[in-house]
């Protein structure tokens, strides 16, 4: 599903990956850990063929250098935007370390799992609730907007939204990095029950 071949980054004349070699089966769950800085984000970026929001999610100036990148068998570095979009619909999906505001400030957490579960083929309310329970979303939490969260709350919500959209491929870019110990093993438990089913790449600063 994700094919790596000699690839290398850089922002401006620094190397942020030289000559990365990385093949990812369907159904793998695998973690890219390092340091906060290594250029975990920036990778995971490049993957969606977004390279220039560089590792701190702004406008890093890094690009790649040379090396191939593929995700489901389509090129991805130098794709056309319509080509880019169609994997970001409907191959991949992406939780990142910082939401930003990438949350609608006037939809309440449930509103954006129910327009996620749009994109997903429409899973049954039961479905949707599931997810919800076992990335840890309350009815309470449901009834929230995006003001009104935490930023492991928010988090939590952008996770159940990956999930419910049912992705061949999903990134998840620290993301237990805003929640306490009970929330990060459960979230953990639901990540591993997603082994051959879903392609993980799971990007962590923590090696445990």
Avoid: W, Y
């Amino acid at each position: 599903m994700i094919e790596v071949r000699r690839l290398t980054l850089k922002a401006g004349k620094t190397a942020i990956l030289n000559e990365l070699d990385l093949f990812i089966n369907f159904g793998e769950c695998v973690a890219l850990t390092g340091r906060s800085g290594a250029g975990k984000s920036t990778f995971l970026h490049a993957l969606l063929g977004d390279v220039e929001r560089g590792s701190n999610g702004s406008t890093a100036q890094a690009s790649v250098v040379s090396g191939i990148i593929r995700v489901a068998g389509r090129v991805v570095n130098g794709a056309s935007s319509a080509k880019l979009g169609f994997l970001r619909r409907n191959v991949m999906a992406m939780v990142p370390q910082r939401l930003g505001g990438s949350l609608n400030p006037q939809f309440t957490a449930r509103q954006h799992l129910k327009e996620a579960a749009c994109l997903g083929g429409e899973l049954s309310p039961k479905a949707v609730r599931q997810i919800a329970e076992n990335v840890g979303l309350s009815e309470t939490l449901l009834a929230k907007r995006p003001s009104e969260l935490s930023g492991g709350q928010a988090q939590r919500v952008f996770l159940a939204m990956g999930l419910i959209r049912k992705p061949k491929i999903l990134i998840l870019d620290e993301p237990t990095s805003a929640l306490d110990q009970a929330a990060t093993s459960k979230i953990l438990n639901t990540i591993r029950d997603l082994r051959g089913q879903t392609t993980v790449l799971f990007a962590s600063h923590n090696e445990d």
